[in-house]
């Protein structure tokens, strides 16, 4: 079992004096487990990272067998972790593909975690939005119509997402079918900060019965008042309007419930929290490492407390030209040298590296899918650091690495880079490199996980893809 | 001025025929009414028709919908700075608004994440407004009593928030939460009032667009006449991005907004309004995607100076000369060749004009032979280019895509990759290299040669004669939509081209009414589009014309019934 520190040594006052009132805006902590398909009884959890631009398929994938493969250097920081893994080739984002052909692979996050189908969308370019709901937002749905709910529906974060204004590369999580030509799309949430004051910001209300204690109470007697007030307006609001918008009035009324339960649903003791470097910028390229990694913390101990069991990360809108990778040496620095595409976004870096290229291309553009597999590297630890059970977390996680492209040069969707990690209660068989030949859709990925995290489905988005990819388990 | 045909079907036409001998265009992105207004049943709409289209249009595909959508982020913070004068920018709390198919802002569904945006804003707002309640309503609560002025600020207050006047039954509803917030959670009066206030600004009333219901039993599509405070908020948002005044509130209130020619009154006076520079502003920014000179980057050894001072003044110099055009004679002629400039000394060192220092803005006249019109000022210029060097695609694919409204393919799969720059020559000499490629040369030969045009200026938008030994060539050819090809020397030509080409006029009318529809044009809105496109052509292209045009049609008077409604 994980450890639940005492709550007291967090300070509540640091919050509200740190951030005003609406730091009080109070997460609800529950301690207890909610039962689950994992080992032992123990809850499972689904995280997805997605990281862009594909990879050089030469330099990705491992060399040798099923059992006895060999890590290549861009993955070889997974190598602690072989028996863990499942290295997933041979998939193609087929309901993207087979929709729209003339669709470059920028524009399949949409499919990545829905499966498709997405729905048409002109914004300066031929794209899809996101039409149906995405895996770890079916899985949290379940969960939480459930005797498995958790007192955060899921964490749904990015880098920097606000800097995309397209909507077709801005989101992989859907809450359900787009409404009009707007996805409905649970907030990406940029602000780590934010994110650590939701998940650990208050400690409930088991407090001293001071003067502190009386001002979150009211606030919160406040917070009621007004959502309950908003809430009766929006439920006459719709009743009057056309279909298109009365589903846009009760998408915003769902969310005033929300708010309302959240309030309602205080106590219980806080998990642990991790540290989180108060002066990380979440807007500034140069944090964007930092930014990272205190996303996996974040989701670390969010899991390891059962504050919720799904999370979807989002490392770049589909483009990336905003990552720059300063902190990997001067030659990805951002100053540019004064030649001609200054290797400075990762986007670029990608069409570089992936053809026409030199050799320092594409060592550059392996380093940072290096990067990348390293800070996934990290994650697996992390997961592997908290002991639960006879095990640790790790084993009752399913965790994704997924590219939203093969060869980004050429904007491929065809073989995939996905890894898994951890057997998800034992339900996957890990240590494998999974060869299955001949482009498979990558859906059969989805329902694996999907089942594997006592949600299960014959199959996931687009129906004709199948059922759960043979092999996983 | 010779003013050209109204547009007919040749303009819609031409561009695609091209895309098929080019293997390029999708086709044309805007109608200026063209093909659909012929037989929509006959516009009407228009300043001197009286009370001739006060009925509602019988046809009912002569307007078009108007789904709900809430306010945006700059709508909602020029609102909260007119209805409370409060120092608290409440964009700090939302997320920006992505770009909806119309190419402008769209506020994204109200998911959990979003309400929760909401609510912290309207409590920060909320908390600093308390503090001045006797600026929002003039109530004295020692002769009046507390409750009655709870009472009056629903009612007064809650009028211009949601600007419309409340029923009894809504100033009930306030006052149920002044009342919970004394009795149940033991407030005193400022901060109950505080509550009621947060509780306005989290309602979808003030968030909202919101409309009348229509009648019990409509049809789809049937036409529905705006009441005069949806049609004063309409025309306010509009016309100055945030809430109607007092006046247009009196308006709506007196049944002036009831026929054409009161809509016409007020549009009148709102034109005269120096509040729609908040409108000319947003407009621009989002049309020449001119926020980009606030995010690129350039090549510090390079260009030294190009600092985030530098940044800011290319941008108010561009927008102070957008505001200068449209409140002078407002001709599209103006804005694509006019010389007049407000420069600080940063944008005049770039523009080498001398006796300009420090950070006052000063009124002067650009130099003839380097600068004329909106495209050669160093803001636009410098947000299309790459770190080091210009990027004449861009820029071209810029002009052909939101100036002549075409679209372009995207490059192939792979095309970068393909591509080797090299050093030894020019940029353009590089970028002519792929108008003879099998793969890239259908669309490189049609968006080079505009883009060709921007070569006299710098990455950082400074006049040059020489990229390093190579002599600058800016000339080249502007394929007309008629057929023409029009030769042009540099930028300036090619801007005074584009001024007098139809193509160019349809398109700047298309995306203006994109932005006041904050949706793609409809079928319905065809007979309005079309005349008001007249009208823009009689003013001999004067854009205020065309606001007022598109401000008192009918499809903006009335709109269809939604399916369902």
Known sequence: MTHFHDPSRFSRRRFLEGLGLSAAFLPMLHSEYARGGGIGGLPTRFAAIVWPNGVLHDAFWPSGGEHDFVLSEVLSGLEPHRDHILILDDLDNRAMMDQFSNYGGHASLPYMLTG?????????????????????????DEYQAGSEATPFHSLVMGVDNQEETKTPHKYISFSGPAIGDQPNAPKVEDDIHAVFTNLFGGAGDGG????????????????????????????????????????????????????????????GAAGEPPDIDPTIDPYRKEHYDQIAMAQLDLTVA??????????????????NNSWVFSWLGGEFAEAGDGSFNPLRSHHEMAHRGGGGGNGDDQRRKNTVDKYFIDKFAYFVDKCRQVNEGAGT??????????????????????????????????????GRYLRQGGGRPHNGVLVGIANAMGTPVDS?????????????? | MEIPDPPTLRLIALPLALALSTGCYHGTDAKAGGPDADDAGGPNGGQDDG?????????????GLRPLRRLSVSEYRNTVRDLLGVDVDPSQFLSPDPQGDNGFFEPTLVNEGVADELLRAAEALAAAASERLDTLDDCDELSAGERTCAESFARNFGRRAFRR???????????????????????????????????????????YHWQLPGRPDLDDGEVIKLDGYELAARLSYFLWSTMPDDTLLAAAASGGLDTAAGVSEAVDRMLDDERTRDTVRSFHSQWLALEGIDSVTKDPTLFPEFDPDLRRSMREEIEQFVEHVIEGDARVRTLLTDRTAFVDGRTATLYDLPGVEGDLLQQRELNAQTRGGLLTRAGFIAGLTNPASTNPPRAGHLIFERILCRTVAPPPPGATESFMFDDSQSTRWNYEQLESSEECGGCHRVVNPMGFAFEHYDAIGRYRDTEGPHPIDSSGTFAAASGDQIPFDDLMELSAILAEDDEALTCISNRWWRFALSRMEQDGD?????????????????????LGAIAKSNTFRFRAAEPGE
């Open chain 1, 208 to 267: 001293d019965g001071g003067e502190l204690d009386e001002l979150i109470a009211k606030t919160r007697a406040e917070r009621r008042s007004i959502l309950d007030y908003v809430g009766r307006d929006l439920e006459r609001f719709s009743e009057r309007l056309g279909t298109e918008s009365r589903e846009k009035v009760e998408i915003h009324l769902a969310s005033i419930r929300a708010l309302e339960q959240r309030l309602d649903d205080v106590g």
């Open chain 2, 165 to 207: 006047p409340l029923s009894d039954d809504e100033i009930s509803e306030l006052l149920a939460v002044y009342d919970h917030a004394q009795q149940a959670i033991e407030l005193d009066h400022p901060q109950a009032m505080r509550v009621v206030l947060t509780a306005i600004l989290a309602s979808p009333k003030f968030l």
């Open chain 2, 526 to 546: 065809q007979p309005s589009i079309a005349d008001a496109y007249t009208q823009f052509l009689d003013s001999d292209g004067d854009i205020r014309m065309l």
């Open chain 1, 302 to 319: 969010a899991f390891a407390s059962n504050l919720t069991r799904n999370a979807s990360l989002l490392w770049s809108n589909g483009h």
């Open chain 1, 393 to 430: 977390m790790l084993d009752n996680c399913a965790l994704l690495m997924a590219n939203n492209m093969g060869n980004g040069a050429a904007h491929s969707n065809n073989r995939l880079p996905w890894v898994l990690a951890g057997s998800c209660g034992g339900y996957f068989r890990t």
């Open chain 1, 460 to 473: 996931f988005g687009v129906a004709e893809y199948g059922g759960e990819l043979p092999g996983l388990q």
């Open chain 2, 51 to 63: 009370d001739a289209d006060d009925d509602v249009p019988e046809d009912s595909s002569a307007v």
């Open chain 1, 116 to 140: 498709g189908p997405g729905k048409y969308k002109h914004a300066g370019e031929d794209l899809a939005i996101g039409d149906s709901i995405s895996l770890d937002q079916y899985i949290a």
